[in-house]
């Protein structure tokens, strides 16, 4: 089988990075990039995966609401912790945040394959990105599982987050980090437990 090597290229030179400026993408070029995710294998065609665009203005909302959960969560969180956290939320040019509109009642879908189905819908939203010239980072943290953030977000419970993308021009084109040799997390099935080297101490 052939592959195109320019969309490979791409794949296997994709890396996070937080070190973002302006521009971000916007209009048709967005549109695009956020088709992506619509590719995404999602079994039983549920589309699990909601996309909240946050810019302009509604960043500094994001970040107050960002330090209200922290606080709730730990009231003891360090103010440099604090800090840090508004700065990202508040200044990104874009922040893209990943929901999971989940049905726990579904029967025939288990909800770790709705979840599942976020998660590739989260890596086809890095790869586009990549593949456009943009960089971007997936970032989680205990935030991330509030239940009341998310909730104030558009998530409430059974729905949750799975996460924020930090968006936009790399300050640095040449962020990619070293890519790790393969062999350590593959191994052939012969019939019997297999180990992996990169589970070695």
């Not at 930090?166 to 070293?178: I, L, R, S, Y």
């Amino acid at each position: 089988m052939k592959h195109d090597i320019s969309a490979l290229d791409v794949l296997l030179s994709r890396a996070s990075t937080d070190d973002l400026e302006a521009p971000a993408p916007t209009g048709e070029e967005l549109e695009t990039i956020l088709s992506a995710v619509m590719r995404a294998p999602d079994h039983g065609k549920l589309r699990p995966w909601r996309l909240l665009l946050v810019r302009g203005d509604a960043r500094q909302k994001l970040a107050e609401k960002v330090v209200a959960s922290m606080k709730r969560l730990d009231p003891d969180v360090p103010e440099k912790k604090i800090a840090k956290r508004h700065d990202r939320m508040a200044n990104m040019p874009l922040t893209i945040v990943l929901g999971m509109h989940l049905r726990p009642e579904d029967k025939k879908i288990p909800l770790i394959e709705q979840e599942l189905a976020v998660g590739a819908a989260g890596m086809n939203l890095l790869n586009a990105l990549h593949a456009t010239g943009y960089g971007a980072v997936w970032v989680s943290g205990d935030i991330t599982y509030d239940p009341v953030l998310a909730t104030e977000l558009g998530f409430p419970p059974p729905h949750a987050l799975a996460g924020f993308f930090f968006v936009g021009t790399p300050k640095k084109p040449d962020h990619e980090t070293k890519r790790r040799p393969v062999a350590p997390y593959v191994a052939e099935w012969m019939g019997a437990p297999v180990t992996f080297a990169a589970d070695k101490d």
